[in-house]
């Protein structure tokens, strides 16, 4: 990520209970401003998704959009409303920090709707909100791996990918079963 997720150290907080209402206090305000681009739902995603289970305290959000290209005009709009563009992943998504980069309080992500990212993320919560021994499991991984890169938020994120791999290869597996 080139510098940005070295800039702040990886804290884990303890769930909270208002993180769905401060995502649907998001919601509501994104809904209102990027609504010329939306094609579909805006999500809330990431560990602060799954109750019970600990995060970063930065409130993940994504956004369905028809395209990168199409939703660009959308970049300028939201700096209005706070959110720093930052050329995180720019082939997948239009990612945002709220209020900085150097300090999050969200995350906002413009995803194609029902691309490969979209489609990933979405199972991985609904499989973090359904599934206890995931969740657990997911949850002991990221206690662990926050003591080690203490302050590199970009190795903590690329050490849970394997683990997270993992359970979307098992959710496609189950998937393509059930339609046979």
Do not use: N
């Amino acid at each position: 990520m080139s510098g940005l997720a070295d800039e702040a150290s990886v804290h884990l907080a303890s769930y909270d209970p208002a993180w769905p209402a401060l995502f649907e206090l998001e919601r509501q305000l994104l809904s209102r401003t990027i609504r010329p681009w939306l094609v579909g739902p805006i999500e809330h995603v990431g560990s602060t998704a799954a109750p019970g289970l600990s995060a970063k305290p930065v409130i993940d959000i994504m956004a369905a959009v028809e395209s990168l290209e199409a939703s660009r005009e959308a970049l300028a709009v939201l700096r209005s409303e706070g959110y720093q563009y930052a050329p995180y992943r720019a082939d997948v998504m239009h990612w945002f920090c709220k209020p900085s980069v150097s300090f999050r309080t969200h995350h906002l992500h413009l995803v194609p709707y029902r691309s490969r990212l979209w489609t990933e993320r979405i199972a991985f919560r609904d499989c973090l909100r359904s599934d206890p021994v995931v969740a657990r499991e997911y949850g002991e991984l990221k206690r662990r791996l926050a003591e080690v890169p203490r302050f590199d938020r970009e190795a903590y994120t690329e050490a849970k990918s394997p683990f997270i791999a993992r359970v979307l290869k098992r959710l496609i597996g189950e998937a393509l079963e059930t339609e046979t």
